[in-house]
């Protein structure tokens, strides 16, 4: 499979990077955890062709292409923010129920 095909594959569709598993001759997408099959050097990029990772099915190291990509924090994320609870991120003005 040619290095230039597989620096310009992504996810048909999350958009991901994929991972090029060589000894499987798949493409791998983490986000959505399907495995896209390479037939005959061309890769098959059909949700229909590809089968569900199981959950303790390793994910390929590969990186396509010739660089590594770093995990991104979410966008809009504040610095410092406590996201686990839902809760509003703006403080309480005191205008609440009177005393």
Do not use: N, W, Y
Request: aromatic share 2%; proline share 11%; hydrophobic share 30%.
């Amino acid at each position: 499979m040619e290095s230039r095909l597989l620096d310009i594959l992504v996810c048909p569709l999350c958009k991901s990077p994929l991972r090029h598993d060589k000894r499987q001759k798949e493409l791998i997408c983490r986000a959505d955890r399907l495995a896209f099959p390479i037939r005959d050097g061309v890769p098959v990029m059909l949700e229909s062709e590809a089968r569900e990772l199981g959950p303790a099915e390793p994910m390929a190291d590969t990186r396509q292409g010739s660089g590594a990509t770093a995990e991104k924090a979410p966008t809009g994320a504040t610095p410092g923010a406590d996201t686990g609870t839902g809760a509003p991120a703006s403080p309480d003005d005191g205008a609440g129920t009177p005393q």
